[in-house]
Each structure stands twice: as C-alpha cells, then as structure tokens.
C-alpha cells in the first residue's frame, strides 16, 4: 500500500492487490495505490500501459478479477473521460438534470463560470469540443463529489478550454476533493500533481510525490518517459 499520502490528508480511495486479465493476458497488474482528500493525483505511462482501465477499475465502472478496493459510494464519485458524455439536450438542460439540487441562480453561476451562458439553449451535440469537454467538468464538479476521476479531459482542446480545466481543479482540490487524473502531458502533470503515479504494462512502478517523482523518479522506464522529448 502507497504511503505517500501527505500529513493530514486523509485516503478517501484504497486499493489492494488488484488485477485484471482478458483472454490469458495480464493488463492489471497487483496494483495497490491510495488516493487522498485534497490532493490531485496524476497518473502518467506510456499508451497502452492500462491508464484508462485502471480508472474504470478504481471507479467501479469494470469489476476486477481479484484485489480489494474501498471508496465513497458511486453517488459520491464522478469521471470525466477524454471525450465528453453529454446528454442530448440544450446545454442548461443537461446540467440542471446532472445537479438538480440547483437553482436557477446556481444554474446560472455555473453556466457563465464555464463560459457557456450565452450557449446554454445550444444543443449539447452542437458544442465545440472545448464547450462540450467545459459543460461535462462543470456538471461533475456542481454535484460536489469526494472523488473525481478524470482520463486525459484536456488532450484535445485550446488554450482557454485547457486552463478552465486546471483552474477549477485547482480549486476542487482546494475544497478537499480527491482528485486522480490520466495525462500525457508532462508539462500539465507538474503544474497541476501533488503525487505522481506511473503506470508500466499494468503495473505502479513509482508512487512519489511530484517534486520527487520528477528529480529521481523510482523506475527506469518512468525515467525514460520523463527523457523523451
């Protein structure tokens, strides 16, 4: 079990051992991790090293074959994946049926907090990808969640719609959520980590806190990613 969980922050999400296998071939492998309250967790590998899945696991939305795993109850975790799933419906609708605990006036804050006041009648399939990916942050953080998970939200999209992402991260982290998010992006993982996870053929090969984790990774193969230009 990692611990690399900072002083007072306490585990909101443990796992223990997990694996997973398809058609004779390991893809998760034993991996055991902690993700703590007030801190976004980044998890970084090379494609096809089981990011994605590994999310599906934590987040409930893929049983794993054995290992044990403890965390708030579904209500309490949302996931936003790198394309956005939107409801077909205008823009307001979609979030007032996402977070019905608010008002008009909440609806309102939110909507022009995203930038997407003046958008909020526009069908949610009209939306850019920077609106649709904005619009789809915005009504998973308006539920207040313990955990967020997220697989590489900003891959895709401008400057604007990148720094709205990381700025309302930011302040969820601010406010105590656990927050565990996939990406490439080096530059991205070290404005925006408290702990770095590095993910190799299934495996956490380095659990670290992001200063360490980028001045003495654990890991050869994570060395190497850090290296490649």
């Known amino acids: 079990m990692s611990e690399q969980i900072q002083a ?7 796992a223990d051992q997990l694996c ?11 991996v055991s991790l902690a993700i703590a309250a007030g ?18 696991l934590l987040h409930g939305l893929v049983p794993p074959d054995s290992g044990e795993l403890s965390g708030p109850p579904g209500k309490q975790q949302k996931m936003v994946f790198q394309k956005p799933v939107l409801l077909r419906r205008s823009a307001r609708r979609h979030l007032a049926f996402l977070a019905p605990q608010l008002d008009r006036d909440g609806l309102d804050a939110c909507l022009a907090r995203a930038g997407l006041f003046d958008r909020q009648q526009v069908p949610t399939r009209q939306l850019s990808g920077g609106e649709a990916q904005k ?7 308006a539920t207040s969640p313990k955990l967020l998970f997220l697989d590489e939200p900003t891959a895709s999209l401008d400057y604007e719609s990148t720094r709205f992402v990381e700025d309302s991260l930011q302040q969820a982290r601010a406010s105590g959520m656990a927050i565990l998010m996939v990406s490439h992006n080096r530059t991205q993982i070290k404005r925006l980590a408290d702990r770095v996870l590095f993910l190799a053929r299934g495996t956490i090969t380095d659990d670290a806190p992001a200063e360490a ?3 003495q990774p ?5 060395q190497d990613w850090l290296d490649f230009a």
């Open 213 to 215: 984790f980028f001045a």
């Open 20 to 30: 997973y296998a398809r058609q004779n071939r390991q893809l998760i492998n034993k």
């Open 39 to 56: 801190q976004i967790t980044m998890l970084a590998g090379h494609n096809g090293a089981g990011k994605s899945l590994l999310l599906q």
């Open 218 to 222: 654990e890991s050869r193969v994570a």
């Open 8 to 14: 007072g922050k306490l585990p909101v999400l443990r």
């Open 135 to 141: 619009l789809a942050l915005t009504g998973a953080l």
